[in-house]
């Protein structure tokens, strides 16, 4: 069992299983990942295509309920050209295990598909540049919640510039479309501030009751 169902059953809060949802793929929808994978493998919209090992386009269901977006490549993430793989994506990985849910049946992008130098934060010129790739990307999952994983995360999908306290806790709308969206503490934070993990499994228990 994972660590996360563990911290659930301890609080006492039942974890549930998502029914899977019918999604239709068809040939343009194919075709429109093929195409935007293409663009962001070759982009050189911002600077950051200079220091970049691989882009990180991003991993998972393409017809996912949870769609979860982080900030940016790590160093890892940039070896490897996939999402949250390094330690803070170990923790990741285990609050959506205690979802009841593996990596394959969410998915899982950044804001920014290459690493910024020594990890430092997005530049707002950086966001600007490579926000319709996220943008289109959210379009075609079409998920049903999404998880915004970390103060940069929160601020460029909510256009806000709350502290995270201020931030989590409910349910905002991202976009046009506002698809219901939910702010979570950033995981590298949780492995510096392990006493804040509870607040995070409150917030998904939101977001479960939410699509429940
Ligand atoms: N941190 C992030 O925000 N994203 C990653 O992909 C890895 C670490
Ligand atoms: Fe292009 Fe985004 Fe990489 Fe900048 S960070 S080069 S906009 S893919």
Redo the contacts with the bound molecule.
């Keep these: 069992m994972s660590i996360g169902l563990k911290l659930f059953q301890s609080l006492g809060i039942d974890t549930y299983q998502l029914r899977d949802k019918p999604k239709v793929l068809n040939q343009d929808h194919e075709n429109d990942w093929a195409s935007i994978e293409s663009k962001?493998a070759t982009?050189?919209?911002?600077?950051?295509?200079k220091g970049?090992n691989n882009?990180v386009f991003g991993d998972g269901n393409r017809s996912a309920d949870w769609f979860f977006v982080g900030e940016a490549p790590g160093k890892d993430e940039d070896l490897q050209g996939k999402p949250f793989v390094g330690r803070a994506g170990r923790l990741l990985t285990e609050v959506i295990f205690s979802l009841g849910l593996t990596r394959d049946e969410v998915f899982i992008a950044n804001i920014?598909?290459?690493r910024p130098p020594d990890n430092r934060d997005p530049k707002p010129g950086?966001v600007d540049?490579?926000f319709s790739?996220l943008e289109k990307q959210i379009d075609m999952v079409q998920p049903k919640i999404i998880i915004a994983v970390g103060k940069i995360a929160a601020h460029s999908l909510l256009g806000s510039d709350l502290p995270m306290g201020k931030l989590r806790g409910k349910i905002h709308g991202f976009g046009s479309n506002e698809v219901p969206t939910l702010v979570i503490y950033h995981p590298a934070y949780l492995l510096r501030s392990p006493s804040q993990k509870h607040k995070v499994w409150e917030d998904l228990q939101l977001a479960n009751d939410f699509l429940e």
């Design positions: 962001v982009c050189k919209k911002c600077s950051l295509h970049r882009t920014l598909k290459c950086e540049q490579c790739y």
